[in-house]
């Protein structure tokens, strides 16, 4: 019987700043390091502000050699018209606006 080397994807969609991206990133660390057959892709949602210290977060990890074969990163295209709702009071509206990538993201995901 040959042994199965079955691929496991995960998805991970953490809200966008670094409160969420962080403890995101430690999990699928700790999960990528117990299974060798998992893969994590992290979607990430733009902050209508620029980022700089998320922007290298992601680099750092994106480039590490533990973690870059099962790792990956999709930047989701930012929705300009979107991006000045991104206060507590719209966090929803924002969210949601970003529904259209991650199916579409996801679906090229599954078709690959």
């Known amino acids: 019987m040959e042994p199965v080397n079955k691929k496991t994807e995960l998805v991970f969609i953490p809200d966008p700043g670094m409160s969420h991206l962080v403890p995101t990133m430690e999990m699928a660390k700790l999960l990528i390091a117990r299974n060798e057959h998992l893969f994590i892709t992290v979607l990430i949602m733009k902050p209508p502000f620029d980022n700089k210290l998320m922007s290298s977060y992601i680099e750092s990890v994106s480039t590490n050699p533990n973690y870059n074969s099962q790792m990956k990163f999709i930047q989701l295209p930012r929705d300009d018209s979107i991006s000045q709702l991104f206060t507590n009071k719209d966090m929803?509206?924002?969210?949601?606006?970003?529904?259209?990538?991650?199916?579409?993201?996801?679906?090229?995901?599954?078709n690959s």
């Open 92 to 110: 929803i509206t924002f969210l949601s606006s970003h529904k259209p990538q991650v199916r579409n993201s996801v679906n090229e995901i599954l």
